[in-house]
């Protein structure tokens, strides 16, 4: 049998980043007990730069390979610990992998060895810290017992695995080192089903995290949306009684200003507020695939994070709404004045040209008369000129009588300038109309 000819065929240039992406970010096989250490940073600026040149020196010193030019994923061995880095839109994670060695004492929940927290200290981040978790994975006999000797019960929620034997327990407050710290009960699992758990509740809290990033923006902007409202009803209170031309102008300035703050500060939320809504979503995915049955008395984690994490998210919807209503309505209000303002100054536009048009009259009355003066001032040259020449006729002996043919010739002088005036007046309006229809034209 022989194979299918591909040749044939022109591949879609995206067609292998596409399908591989399923596979970018792959699962860590894990055996407990081990202890994971989770730090996020935030990509800003020339940080993610920085953070990967930075990952590719602390590879290169420990003879480790460093992670290929425009790879999201990358993950090395150094002895007993496991490097784990994750490159995201707007973030990038370091993820610790720590496997106690065989006949280890007891030790406290969370410590960091000694060889950890050098490895740690070794590759400084540009980015700032936004998420720092400690989870441990312990094959406790009583989880509940267990996590109640580690965690604050105030705020204490637990739940059980979904479709596997255990428990994962956290009260989400943040330890003396800045850490929130998560516990893993789990009986049994495959090293590579302890893998997905870990990084799903992982990615559980490091997304509830940036999911409420938004919450501080949104309190940040409430103030002037708060402000913009109340002065939108008072522009469109004195829009009411408004009937000069400069008060109608100087509402349509001041509506113009508040709607492009409004405008700056939604374009400065925009990604932020949807970033939390993508964020969110993706708690409540990663909620559905751990969360088994919850563990009396305690909450578990979809109602606690419902509770505090839930009302952060409709502010922000909220807020967005609020943002969204008020520009439509700021927008609406400045049409309205637009108009306004357009219908008197189409009002002053006809009075002016109205008081041009009588200007116009005024002064085709005075040409009129300026005209029939020039009438009789040149006619008056020229009958002089022809008198000159009725008295040289009449001087060399022609029988001419100078005031005789003089008065004669003085109608005649008279239609005939009057004639030459009125022709060329004729043509210029004629020449003018033409210009004006081909204007309109």
Same mark, same amino acid.
């Given at each position: 049998?022989?194979?299918?000819?591909?040749?044939? $065929?022109?591949?879609? #240039?995206?067609?292998?980043?596409? =399908?591989?992406?399923?596979?970018?970010?792959?699962?860590?096989? =894990?055996?407990? &007990?081990? =202890?994971?250490?989770?730090?996020? @940073?935030? #990509?800003?600026? *020339?940080? &993610?730069?920085? *953070?990967?040149?930075?990952?590719?020196?602390?590879?290169?010193?420990?003879?480790? /390979?460093?992670? +290929? &030019?425009?790879?999201?994923?990358?993950?090395? *061995?150094?002895?007993?610990?496991?490097?784990?880095?994750?490159?995201?839109?707007? $973030?990038?994670?370091?993820?610790?992998?720590?496997?106690? &060695?065989?006949?280890?004492? /007891?030790?406290?929940?969370?410590?960091?060895?000694? %060889?950890?927290?050098? =490895?740690?200290?070794?590759?400084?981040? #540009?980015? +700032?810290?936004?998420? #720092?978790?400690?989870?441990?994975? +312990?094959?406790?006999? *009583?989880?509940?017992?267990?996590?109640? %000797?580690? @965690?604050?019960k105030s705020s204490l929620a637990i739940v059980t695995i979904k479709g596997s034997a255990g428990a994962v327990a956290s009260d989400f407050r943040l330890d003396d080192d800045g850490f929130t710290r998560i516990l893993v009960c789990a009986d049994g699992p495959t090293p590579e089903r302890l893998g997905a758990l870990v990084q799903r509740v992982l990615e559980l809290e490091t997304y509830r995290t940036l999911a409420l990033l938004g919450l501080p923006a949104a309190l940040a902007l409430a103030p002037d949306v708060d402000r913009i409202e109340r002065r939108l009803v008072e522009v469109l209170a004195e829009m009411q009684g408004a009937q000069s031309f400069k008060l109608n102008n100087h509402l349509l300035r001041e509506l113009t200003e508040l709607e492009a703050l409004l405008e700056r500060g939604a374009t400065g939320s925009l990604f932020r507020f949807g970033a939390s809504r993508a964020y969110y979503d993706l708690v409540q995915a990663r909620l559905t695939v751990i969360e088994g049955e919850p563990v009396a008395p305690y909450s578990s984690w979809s109602s606690f994070l419902a509770r505090r994490t839930a009302p952060a998210m409709r502010t922000c919807n909220a807020l967005e709404g609020r943002q969204s209503n008020l520009s439509l309505k700021l927008a609406r209000a400045a049409d309205l004045l637009r108009t306004r303002v357009n219908v008197e100054l189409e009002q002053q536009n006809r009075d002016l040209l109205r008081s041009m048009n009588e200007r116009t009259k005024l002064q085709l009355r005075l040409q009129s008369t300026v005209e029939g003066l020039s009438v009789a001032a040149i006619g008056y040259y020229v009958v002089s000129l022809f008198g000159y020449l009725a008295k040289g006729a009449h001087d060399t002996g022609l029988p001419v009588e100078p005031t005789l043919a003089t008065a004669a010739f003085v109608p005649a002088a008279i239609a005939l300038i009057w004639f030459t005036t009125h022709q060329i007046r004729k043509r210029h309006l004629k020449e003018d109309h033409e210009a004006e229809k081909a204007e309109q034209e």
């Open positions: 049998m022989t194979s299918l000819d591909k040749s044939a $065929f022109t591949s879609h #240039a995206l067609r292998e980043s596409v =399908l591989n992406e399923v596979h970018a970010r792959p699962f860590t096989p =894990l055996t407990q &007990p081990v =202890l994971v250490i989770r730090f996020a @940073f935030m #990509a800003k600026g *020339d940080s &993610p730069a920085v *953070d990967r040149a930075s990952l590719a020196a602390f590879c290169a010193q420990r003879g480790a /390979p460093p992670p +290929e &030019p425009g790879v999201k994923h990358h993950q090395v *061995d150094l002895g007993p610990v496991r490097l784990r880095f994750e490159q995201h839109s707007e $973030f990038a994670t370091l993820t610790w992998i720590w496997s106690p &060695p065989a006949g280890a004492g /007891p030790r406290r929940f969370g410590a960091i060895a000694p %060889e950890l927290q050098a =490895l740690i200290a070794a590759l400084p981040q #540009a980015g +700032e810290l936004l998420v #720092a978790v400690k989870l441990e994975v +312990e094959n406790a006999a *009583d989880p509940v017992a267990r996590a109640e %000797e580690i @965690f604050d």
